[in-house]
């Protein structure tokens, strides 16, 4: 009976203490933001508004956002170092203009000798002036180098935000512990972060980051977080002790450099990596070959 009673307490008794406390002392106080998130909780799944002027799964989804827009730093958003395209100082005028046309961005940073020293950003619109009015091209580009911000890691999306508008700059190169180059943000990564996606004439179509192949080999976007091959592909490959993120970084951390294309590495566990596709800086797309098929064409 001493062990009945025991468990009693220990299960419903918890619930009967709590409903004790709710009489005696009113219900436990709630953040709005706690309010806010069991509301849309409570309505997720709904196809529609159910009443004229209800928020809809997208509003909805929006809101959802906002209340965790708060809990982001700048190190979570934005683009990291490996995706930055930036131009060094000494670019002629007519590189610029090339480099430009070719990433389709509307700023580029401007970094002296190496990409953890960036002294400015271009913006196309100065570039664009002196095209369109016909002006002489410029021997340097010096003139055209304007100052981003320069935030930490640690800066929080909101306020990040605060100060892009105060100081209506709208790139901030994000800066490691070290001061070195971690990644870049741009106000339209902020937007995203609440309303989604952002996509525009300009814009490829996304490649899928990994793809099934014939005999059981994927092909995949060096970018895919190294947790996503893990419970796709295969667990073992994210048994790596030291940081790495994602599937070019281990491809990197085995290979102890950048590897070049067509380059392949193995991995502990019998997988083969394949770099099909990188420059001097970086992996873009590689391809994994599976233990078993490795048995094969050895037989």
């Known amino acids: 009976m001493a062990e009945d009673r025991s468990s009693a307490v220990g299960g419903d008794g918890d619930s009967i203490w709590r409903s004790l406390k709710t009489m005696i002392f009113g219900p436990p106080e709630e953040s709005l933001r706690e309010q806010l998130e069991e509301a849309i909780d409570r309505h997720e799944g709904d196809p529609a508004p159910d009443a004229k002027g209800d928020l809809s799964p997208l509003e909805r989804q929006m809101v959802r956002n ?8 700048a190190g979570d958003v934005g683009v990291p170092r490996a995706d930055i395209v930036a131009i060094e100082e000494g670019t002629s005028f007519d590189h610029l203009v090339q480099i430009f046309a070719e990433a389709g961005h509307s ?42 911000l320069y935030v930490p890691m640690s800066r929080g999306a909101l306020d990040l935000l605060a100060d892009m508008r105060q100081k209506r700059v709208h790139l901030a190169i994000v800066l ?56 796709t592909v295969d667990a073992r490959l994210d048994e790596e002790e030291a940081e790495v993120d994602t ?14 294309t067509g380059d392949c590495i193995d991995h502990p566990s019998g997988w083969k990596i394949e770099i099909t596709e990188a420059d001097e800086r970086r992996i873009h797309r590689l391809r994994l070959h599976p233990p078993a098929a490795r048995e094969v064409e050895e037989a």
């Open 66 to 73: 906002l209340l965790h827009f708060g809990e982001r730093d």
């Open 107 to 148: 700023r580029l940073p401007v970094y002296r000798e190496k990409l953890d020293t960036i002294v400015g950003m271009v913006h196309i619109k100065d570039v664009f002036t002196i095209l369109a009015t016909g002006a002489p091209h410029p021997e340097t580009i010096a003139g055209l180098i304007r100052e981003p």
């Open 176 to 231: 490691d512990e070290y001061s070195g180059t971690e990644g870049l943000v741009t106000i339209e990564d902020l937007i995203e972060e609440i309303v989604g996606e952002i996509e525009d004439e300009h814009d490829e179509a996304p490649q899928a980051l990994l793809v099934p192949l014939d005999g059981g080999g994927w092909d995949a976007d060096a970018r895919v977080p190294l947790e996503d091959v893990a419970s």
């Open 247 to 260: 599937l070019g970084g281990l491809a990197a951390l085995l290979a102890g450099r950048v590897p070049e």
